[in-house]
């Protein structure tokens, strides 16, 4: 896949408006980058007690369609505001298994536990943007805490998500690791094997997500 290069001068005024105190850049202008799907990653991580022919180890399940805006104020990093939704029903199985017992995993998954058809989009929305150890710039990475609402399963709670973030010469990316509760969001951990196994009521999310900006920021 090809990546796509801005020139040198527009990368310096990219830098200038993501990276606080570098410079006299407008603070009223406002910067806005968009989910690059295809560089993308976001996979769910499921742990299961107990034995079971179908759920006997752990599962990786990826989402395929998820889309998302960041908004910031240029030479304000702190302003920043994330907006991702997923669309559920794109959740699948990538484990290494038959297609058939893929296809069991994605049923009992969208219809019995995310239950998608009454649920189609989880959303996350950010609130605060706490800045961490390093400084946002091209290649070098900054954590950040990033606190918002996640919406699933019908039910709103507000979540810390744990960051990297990184400058790119065409965007930025953010990459991290949170966990949840599944009964945190009114979703029942789903029993099979005769009740001698369980889905654990903990998912890890790891996400990779690349951002691209609209349009260079216009030069003063």
């Known amino acids: 896949m090809r990546v796509r290069i801005v020139n040198r001068h527009a990368v310096a005024v990219l830098a200038v408006g993501l990276v606080a105190g570098l410079g006299a850049s407008a603070a009223s202008s406002r910067v806005r980058y968009q989910v690059d799907l295809a560089r993308s990653h976001l996979v769910i991580k499921t742990e299961t007690t107990g034995l079971s022919s179908m759920f006997g180890h752990d599962h990786a399940i990826q989402a395929d369609a998820f889309s998302g805006e960041v908004h910031m104020s240029a030479g304000a990093p702190e302003t920043a505001a994330l907006d991702l939704s997923i669309v559920a029903g794109s959740l699948h199985s990538i484990d290494d298994l038959h297609p058939d017992l893929r296809w069991e995993i994605d049923t009992v998954m969208r ?3 995310l239950e998608t058809g009454r649920y189609p989009t989880i959303r996350f929305q950010s609130r605060k943007l706490g800045l961490g150890a390093g400084t946002i710039g091209i290649g070098r990475p900054a954590k950040v805490d ?8 019908g039910v709103r709670r507000t979540v810390t998500v744990p960051m990297t973030v990184t400058l790119q010469r065409d965007g930025l990316r953010a990459s991290g690791t949170v966990a949840i509760k599944q009964t945190d969001f009114g979703i029942a951990l789903y029993t099979f094997a005769d009740g001698n196994a369980t889905v654990s009521d903990k998912v890890t999310l790891t996400f990779d997500v690349v951002c691209v900006p609209d349009a260079p920021p216009a030069l003063n």
């Open 146 to 153: 990033v606190t918002g609402e996640l919406q699933l399963h």
């Open 111 to 113: 219809d019995k536990v």
